[in-house]
C-alpha cells in the first residue's frame, strides 16, 4: 500500500505540477457541486465535463476508492477518465494532498488504482452487453454480423481484442462496403473472448453485434454503448481498421 506522498517526476502530462503550483482544491461533497456540469482535472488543470471525469473519494478507512456515478458522500477528487491520468494523480500523491488537508484521516491509496478503475468500468460495460443481449440486441458469428452489416442492422461491431486480425479486416471491407467508409461503425476491442463469452453465457464468441434499435426512445442496449465508450476512451482501445 502506497502512503499519499508528494513523489517528483518528469512525466509530459501535466509536467511541472506540484512544483509551487497549489493544487487544485477537492470538493466539498455538498449538493450545489454535484449540480454543477463541470470539473477540473486534478492532473492537467483543465476544465471538463463530468462524463470526462472520474471522481475519487476516500472511504472510512482513508482508502481512494473510486466514485464512477459521483453519487459518494465526502470530498471529491476530480481526475480525466483516461488510465494514464490515473496513474499520474497516484504516483504523484494528488489524492493524499488534496484529501488529507482537511481530514484526520491518513489517506491511502492502494498500488494499481488505475487498473481497477479498468476492471470496474470493464464489469459495468460487460454487465451492460449481457442486458442488451437478454433484450434481443445481439447477435454473434462472423457470418451473421457481417450479413447483419450488409442489411445495415448492425449499430457497433464488437470484435475479441485476441480475434484474428484478418477476420477483422474482412469485417471492416464490410463496413467500407456498405458506408464507404471503413470507419462508417463503431468497433469495440476492449474484451477478450472469454469475457464475451462469459458475458453472453456461450462459448467461442469472437464477433457480435449491436443491432439497431427498433424505438427511438426505447434503447434496449443496457447502457453498453455510453459504459463502451467510456472504457475505451480511458484505456485508449482503438480498433485496426486497415484494408
Given amino acids: 500500500m502506497n502512503t499519499a506522498n508528494n513523489p517528483n517526476g518528469s512525466d509530459a502530462i501535466g509536467a511541472g505540477i506540484g512544483d509551487g503550483e497549489p493544487d487544485v482544491e477537492a470538493d466539498d461533497g455538498s449538493p450545489r457541486t454535484r449540480r454543477e456540469q463541470t470539473r477540473q482535472c486534478a492532473v492537467s488543470r483543465d476544465v471538463l465535463s463530468k462524463a470526462e471525469l472520474i471522481r475519487f473519494v476516500a472511504d472510512p478507512e482513508g482508502r481512494i476508492v473510486p466514485d464512477l456515478k459521483a453519487v459518494l458522500p ?19 500523491g494528488l489524492f493524499g494532498r488534496m484529501l488529507g488537508k482537511k481530514s484526520d484521516k491518513v489517506i491511502t491509496v492502494e498500488a494499481g488504482l488505475a487498473d481497477r478503475v479498468e476492471k470496474l468500468l470493464k464489469d459495468r460495460a460487460l454487465g451492460a452487453l449481457a442486458l442488451a443481449q437478454k433484450s434481443g440486441r445481439i447477435i454473434t458469428g462472423f457470418a451473421k454480423v457481417e450479413s447483419a452489416i450488409g442489411s445495415d442492422k448492425a449499430e457497433t461491431l464488437i470484435v475479441a481484442s485476441d480475434g484474428a486480425d484478418d477476420s477483422l479486416r474482412k469485417l471492416m471491407q464490410a463496413v467500407k ?58 484505456i485508449g482501445a482503438r480498433a485496426e481498421t486497415e484494408t
Fill in 74 to 92: 465526502g470530498r471529491g477528487v476530480w481526475v480525466r477518465a483516461e488510465a494514464k491520468y490515473v496513474a499520474l494523480a497516484e504516483k504523484r
Fill in 177 to 234: 462496403r456498405r458506408f464507404g467508409d471503413s470507419d462508417g461503425l463503431q468497433v469495440v476491442r476492449s474484451f477478450e473472448g472469454l469475457e464475451l463469452d462469459l458475458a453472453f453465457g456461450r462459448t467461442n464468441v469472437i464477433h457480435a453485434a449491436l443491432t439497431k434499435a427498433e424505438k427511438t426512445k426505447d434503447r434496449g442496449d443496457g447502457g453498453f454503448l455510453n459504459a463502451a465508450e467510456r472504457l475505451q476512451t480511458y
